[in-house]
C-alpha cells in the first residue's frame, strides 16, 4: 500500500496538487464533551464556554503520541483539594435537580487548590518543538503564538490556577445549562475511582484567547492548524529524535535521504481512527536478530513520508468521500472497511469511483444522470464513465487503484484486500454489470403504505451490498438471522464484478448460484407467498427492508443468468422459468378456489397456511418430476372447479385456465425437456418465474367480431 500511496504522491505533486497538510504531531482533540478556556493577553482566564463533542472532533492539537498536548489538554486531577471532592457525593449529584447543583458548587472551598494538579501547563516538548511559532510574523500564527507565550510553564501553574477556579465560580453563579454545570463539576472536584481509591477529573479543556478581535483568527481555527502544519514541515525538525540525521537509502526511491527516524505518521483516518503508516514493537523476535528494531525494520524517507500522509488526507477528505473513499463491508467482521479508490493519473478526477467499486444502490446525485437514466446504477454509471472520457481518451491503460483497509484492533490497522486494473476494463466491466442488471423479469415487491402500496423493483447490488446479503441467513419463514462473516470473500466478490480481461469465470459462476440460491430461497418463495395471499407485504419496518434484500436478490440472480450467456428474452421461453410460473398459476387458482367455494365472507376468506403450488416448490426446485406428478394429483378437483364455474366467478377462473395453458405450451414448446434434477443456474431461473409476473392474452371481440389480442401481466 505505501508503494501506491507513494506514487500517488508524486502524481499530486506533478499536478500540483500535493499541499502540506499533514504532520506527525499534529491531530485531532476526538469527539467528547470539552471546557474551552479563553485567556487575555495577560494569560488570566477570561471567558469559558462548554463544546459538544461533535464540535470538539473538529479541534486540533499538537502532541507527542498521547502526550504533550496542547493547547488541548486533558486534566486528570481535580482542580480542587481532596476534602473539596469529598463534600459531593457522585450519586447525589445524579439525581440532583440543577438548583441543588449549584447549591452543592456553592459549598465548595475555592481556595483549596489541589497541589497535586500540574496538568494544565505547555511542557518543555511542546514549547521546544513551537518555537518556529514564536519567530513567525504569520498573522494566521498570531493568537497561538500570543497563547503560547502567556500559557503557564512546568512549576507556574499555582496562579493560573488560582483564577481558573475562580472564574469557574463566577460562571456557576449565573449558569443555566445542566450540561455545563456538570463539566465545571467535574474539572472542579472529579469523580471517585474505586479501583485507584482516588478522585478523577479526566476532563478535556482547549485554550484560545479572548479577545478575538486582535487576531485574524483563533487558535482553534481550521486555518491555523493548516498554516502550523506548513511551518513545522517547513522547518523540518524534529527534536529529540535518535535517527533525526541518519541517511537512509529510500525504499521507494533509492536514493539518498534524510531518514524517517522513530515514528511514522498516524493520521486520523476516516472509519479507522489514528492509524500508524507503519509500526513494530521494538522488541519483536525476528527482527532484534539483525538488530533492526522497530521502524529501523523499514527506514523511508521523512520527506517521502510526509508526503504519503498528505497523499493519503487528500484521498480521504470529506469533500471527496464517494470519490476516492467511503465505507465497504467486511466479509469477516460487523465493522466497516475503509475503501479507497483513485486514478493515479488523474487523483483529482471527480468520477464517484469509490461508491461504484463499494454500495451504488443508494446513489442519490446529480438530476442531470437521472434524466435518461431508468435506475439508480444506470444514473451511478453515466456519472463515472463521463468523468472518465478525458482520462480513456489520453490513455485507455491508465490504471485505478482499489484497496480496502481494516482495522485489527485500535493499534492495528491492514490492508485487506488490494488489487488494480485499467480503465478501459474498469468500463467495460460496469457497462457489463448494468446490461445485466436489466436482465430482470417483470418482478414488483409491493409493500403496504398508509396511502398506497410502495413498489419495490430489482435493485442492482453492488460488491457491499453483496456482501451484506451473503451475511444473512434465512429460515423457511423467510426471516432472516444476520451473521457476522459473509459466505463470500472480498476477493469473490470483486473477481465477480470487475474480473480481468482473460478471466475463465465459468467456475466463479457456479459457486455464485450455488450460494445464491441457497441464501435467497427461502425469502424469495415466502416473499411470493405472501404477494399472491395478501397482493402485499404488511407495513412494518422488516417488511420494508427484505423487500429491499430480495429486490437485490433478484438483481443479482438475474446478473449471473446474464453473465451465463443467457438473456431473459429466452429464459422467460425455457422450462425452469415457466416451472416457476406454473406453480405460482397452482397457488393462485388454490386461492380463487378457497375464496369463491370454501369462504363466506369475501372480503376476509379462509386460506389456508399453504397453497398446493408453495407446498410443491421445494420438491419441484429439487425433483421438478416428481413434483409435477403430485401436483397433478392435487390439481384435478380445482381445475374441474374451474371449468365448470358458475357465471359469476368465470371471469378469474377462466383465465386462470387460460394462463395454464399458454404456460404449459411454453413448457411443452422448449428445446429443453423437463430434467430430472435443476442445476443451480436452473433452480435461479424457477425462483424467478416464481416471482414474476404471469402475461397473459386477452382476447377482446371488434367490431367485425374478430379477437384483439392485448398482453398483461397477471401478479394475484
Known amino acids: 500500500m505505501l508503494n501506491e500511496l507513494y506514487e500517488l ?15 506527525p504531531d499534529v491531530g485531532n482533540v476526538g469527539k467528547g464533551y470539552c471546557l474551552l478556556i479563553e485567556l487575555d493577553d495577560n494569560g488570566t482566564p477570561r471567558g469559558l464556554r462548554i463544546l459538544q463533542k461533535e464540535q470538539t472532533a473538529a479541534l486540533w492539537k499538537h502532541s507527542k503520541g498521547n502526550h504533550n498536548s496542547f493547547p488541548a489538554i486533558r486534566v486528570q486531577k481535580p482542580l480542587l483539594s481532596a476534602g473539596e471532592s469529598k463534600k459531593i457525593d457522585d450519586t447525589a449529584w445524579d439525581k440532583a435537580r440543577l438548583s441543588e447543583k449549584l447549591m452543592l458548587l456553592s459549598k465548595l472551598d475555592y481556595s483549596a487548590i489541589n497541589k497535586e494538579c500540574a496538568d494544565v501547563k505547555i511542557s518543555e516538548w511542546s514549547a521546544n518543538q513551537l518555537k518556529p511559532v514564536l519567530i513567525s510574523e504569520q498573522p494566521a500564527l498570531a493568537a497561538l503564538k500570543k497563547l503560547i507565550s502567556v500559557f503557564p510553564r512546568e512549576g507556574q501553574q499555582s496562579v493560573f490556577l488560582q483564577n481558573l477556579t475562580q ?24 469523580t471517585f475511582d474505586s479501583k485507584k481509591g482516588k478522585y478523577i477529573a479526566g476532563c478535556m479543556t482547549y485554550y484560545d484567547m479572548y479577545e478575538t478581535g486582535n487576531y485574524e483568527n483563533l487558535v482553534l481555527s481550521s486555518e491555523t492548524q493548516r498554516t502550523l502544519i506548513e511551518l513545522l514541515n517547513s522547518k523540518h525538525t524534529v527534536e529529540g529524535s535518535e535517527h ?31 492509524t500508524y503508516l507503519y509500526s513494530k514493537k521494538s522488541d519483536t523476535p525476528c527482527l532484534t536478530r539483525y538488530t533492526m528494531t522497530g521502524t529501523e525494520a523499514f527506514q523511508a524517507g521523512a520527506n517521502e513520508i510526509r508526503a504519503i500522509s498528505d497523499a493519503l488526507a487528500f484521498l480521504t477528505a470529506d469533500s471527496r468521500k464517494d470519490r476516492s473513499w467511503r465505507a465497504m463491508s467486511d466479509s469477516n467482521r460487523e465493522k466497516p472497511n475503509l475503501l479507497l479508490a483513485y486514478l493515479p493519473d488523474d487523483p483529482q478526477n471527480n468520477a464517484y469511483l469509490a461508491k461504484i467499486l463499494g454500495d451504488p444502490s443508494d446513489f442519490d446525485d446529480p438530476e442531470e444522470y437521472r434524466e435518461t437514466a431508468e435506475a439508480v446504477y444506470e444514473a451511478l454509471c453515466k456519472q463515472v464513465l463521463g468523468n472518465l472520457e478525458d482520462v480513456l481518451r489520453r490513455n485507455p491503460n491508465a490504471k485505478v487503484n482499489l484497496i480496502l483497509l481494516e482495522t485489527l484492533d485500535p493499534g492495528r490497522k491492514q490492508v485487506v484486500y488490494e488489487t488494480s ?75 465477480l464484478y470487475t474480473p480481468g480481461l482473460q478471466t475463465d469465470r465459468s467456475q466463479l459462476l457456479e459457486r455464485f448460484f450455488q450460494l445464491t440460491v441457497q441464501k435467497s430461497r427461502w425469502l424469495l418463495e415466502d416473499m411470493a407467498y405472501q404477494l399472491i395471499v395478501d397482493y402485499a407485504l404488511p ?41 416457476g410460473q406454473f406453480l405460482k398459476l397452482a397457488d393462485m387458482l388454490h386461492k380463487e378456489y378457497c375464496v369463491q367455494v370454501r369462504s363466506s365472507d369475501k372480503k376476509n376468506p379462509s386460506i389456508p397456511a399453504q397453497l398446493m403450488g408453495n407446498e410443491m416448490f421445494p420438491i419441484a426446485l429439487e425433483n421438478p418430476i416428481e413434483a409435477f406428478l403430485r401436483l397433478s394429483e392435487r390439481m384435478r378437483i380445482y381445475i374441474a372447479w374451474a371449468e365448470k364455474a358458475e357465471e359469476h366467478n368465470i371471469g378469474r377462473a377462466k383465465r386462470l385456465l387460460r394462463q395454464f395453458e399458454e404456460v404449459s405450451m411454453k413448457i411443452a414448446a422448449a428445446e429443453s425437456e423437463l430434467p430430472e434434477q435443476f442445476s443451480p443456474a436452473q433452480q435461479a431461473q424457477v425462483l424467478l418465474g416464481y416471482l414474476a409476473a404471469i402475461p397473459y392474452e386477452k382476447k377482446e371481440m371488434n367490431s367485425l367480431n374478430k379477437p384483439n389480442i392485448k398482453e398483461e401481466n397477471v401478479n394475484e
Open 9 to 23: 504522491s508524486k502524481s499530486l505533486e506533478r499536478h500540483g496538487l500535493l499541499q502540506s497538510t499533514t504532520h
Open 167 to 190: 472564574l469557574l465560580r463566577q460562571e456557576i453563579l449565573r449558569c443555566g445549562q445542566e450540561d455545563l454545570l456538570d463539566l465545571i463539576k467535574k474539572l472542579l472536584v472529579g
Open 244 to 274: 533525526q540525521a541518519v541517511t537512509v537509502i529510500s525504499p521507494f526511491s533509492g536514493t539518498k535521504t534524510a531518514g524517517i527516524g522513530d515514528k511514522y505518521p498516524n493520521p486520523n483516518i476516516p472509519l479507522l481512527g489514528l
Open 421 to 495: 486494473f485499467t480503465a478501459e476494463r474498469l468500463r467495460e466491466n460496469l457497462l457489463t454489470w448494468d446490461a445485466a442488471s436489466r436482465n430482470t423479469p417483470p418482478i414488483e415487491i409491493r409493500v403496504r403504505d398508509k396511502k398506497e402500496n410502495i413498489i419495490v423493483t430489482p435493485i442492482c447490488p453492488g460488491p457491499s451490498e453483496i456482501c451484506q446479503l451473503f451475511k444473512i441467513n434465512y429460515t423457511r419463514s423467510g426471516s432472516g438471522k444476520p451473521m457476522k462473516q459473509s459466505d463470500a470473500s472480498l476477493h469473490e466478490i470483486y473477481s
Open 539 to 579: 407495513l412494518t419496518k422488516q417488511s420494508r427492508t427484505q423487500a429491499r434484500q430480495a429486490a437485490m436478490f433478484v438483481a443479482l440472480l438475474s446478473i449471473l443468468i446474464y453473465l451465463s450467456g443467457i438473456r431473459k428474452e429466452n429464459y422467460m421461453l425455457d422450462v425452469p422459468f415457466n416451472v
